[in-house]
């Protein structure tokens, strides 16, 4: 898998996890790409990549310009942040059909 150095805003991106511990059944996720993100670390803040669930962001808009009120009306929002250096789990289109082709040839 290669990891990406930047990431485009307003781009979409995937995640692929999996069900079982034999890597059998994935669960692909649609994010589109927001931006910086700062997150809180155990002693001090570390650099992130802010996401968007894709059913969220074309259904409610980019999360970044919805106002603060209509934020706090989600129970949870649609949003995830990879720490810089966890990025390598997103993955582009390409990086999405790579991890597809080695699932088909383990299932």
């Known amino acids: 898998m290669t990891v ?3 990431f485009e805003i307003g781009r979409t991106y995937f995640v692929i996890r999996y069900m079982d511990e034999q890597l059998l059944q994935p669960i692909v ?11 809180d670390g155990e002693s001090w803040p570390t650099p992130g990549h802010l996401f968007q669930f894709a059913a969220s962001y074309h259904r409610d808009g980019n999360w970044n310009e ?3 009120a209509e934020q706090y009306e989600y129970p949870e929002p649609p949003i995830v942040s990879f720490s810089h250096e966890h990025r390598e789990y997103v993955l582009d289109t390409e990086g999405l059909v ?3 082709r080695e699932w088909q040839a383990r299932a």
């Not at 996720?29 to 997150?39: F, S």
Request: proline letters at 10%; aromatic letters at 4%; zero cysteines.
């Open 29 to 39: 996720e649609t994010l589109v790409y927001l931006g910086p993100d700062t997150l």
């Open 98 to 100: 790579a991890e597809l």
């Open 66 to 68: 919805l106002p603060e």
């Open 4 to 6: 990406r150095d930047t």
